[in-house]
């Protein structure tokens, strides 16, 4: 499997940024997707994830301002990220378990000022 992101930046607070990773070696539409975060001196946290029947849950911090979908015949997960705040900075992860192994995309870097 691998996991590809874009989209990753430099924004002000207040602004959107739309994250994409793109999934190749696994049955895209069966599986759950997710992203997670990592920001400096912190632990890797769960931020958004979404079944293969389009079932979504966020972690409290993210909800009613980031979005998680997925385009099946692109193979793609997006994270819309609207209102970004600086504590959302962090590098973020996609994220796939296929088959019983955990899989991760090599991250893309979110910096948020004020």
């Known amino acids: 499997v691998q996991l590809v992101e874009s989209g990753g930046g430099l924004v002000q607070a207040g602004r959107s940024l739309r994250l994409s990773c793109v999934a190749s070696?696994?049955?895209?539409?069966?599986?759950?997707m997710a992203w997670y975060r990592q920001a400096p001196g912190k632990q890797r946290e769960l931020v958004a994830r979404i079944t293969n029947s389009g079932n979504t849950n966020y972690a409290d911090s993210v909800k009613g301002r980031f979005t998680i979908s997925r385009d099946n015949a692109k193979n793609t997960v997006y994270l819309q990220m609207n209102d970004l705040k600086p504590e959302d900075t962090a590098v973020y992860y996609c994220?796939?378990?296929?088959?019983?192994?955990?899989?991760w995309g090599q991250g893309t870097q979110v910096t948020v000022s004020s």
């Open positions: 994220w796939n378990n296929w088959l019983s192994s955990n899989y």
């Open positions: 070696g696994t049955i895209f539409s069966i599986t759950t």
